[in-house]
């Protein structure tokens, strides 16, 4: 099978536990999450639909993926020998939300599906994001900021 995906695919494939469970529970799904587009073999699907379809999330995964993504950029910003700003990283999660929510056909696999939206979820969303942004900083950042990594 590794002669027929791309070389890229080795480039960006990295292990996280939620691609190994979901290799576990389905093999299928797995290939076209995260294989599909970089497989070079005679296809029975569109890869192109693939890449496009990888830009949206699940409701359900939007908060935990933005909230990951605040993060990664504050933890880039140490590794840049510059300070974290839990300030900064609350204005751009909620800016983040506030995009997603207006963007919502272009982003949330169930608006792509037909389903609407209503305001009181981006609103839980912008609340409990906040709040896990603000753990981040006042407990996981001061047990980690001092390691060597």
Known sequence: MSS???SRFFEKNEWSFSRHSLWTQCKRAYFFQYMGTYYTGKKEYDSLRLWDLKKYNSKIF???SLVHEIIKNQ???HKLKRPLNEESAINQYLKLV???QTFADAYIVEVL??????TAFFGKIKTDGVAQIKTFFSVIWPNLKDLEY
């Open 113 to 118: 599906n037909g389903e609407s939206i209503d």
């Open 75 to 77: 933890l880039g910003q």
């Open 62 to 64: 939007l908060q935990g």
């Open 98 to 100: 506030d995009e997603k």
């Open 4 to 6: 027929l995906l791309d």
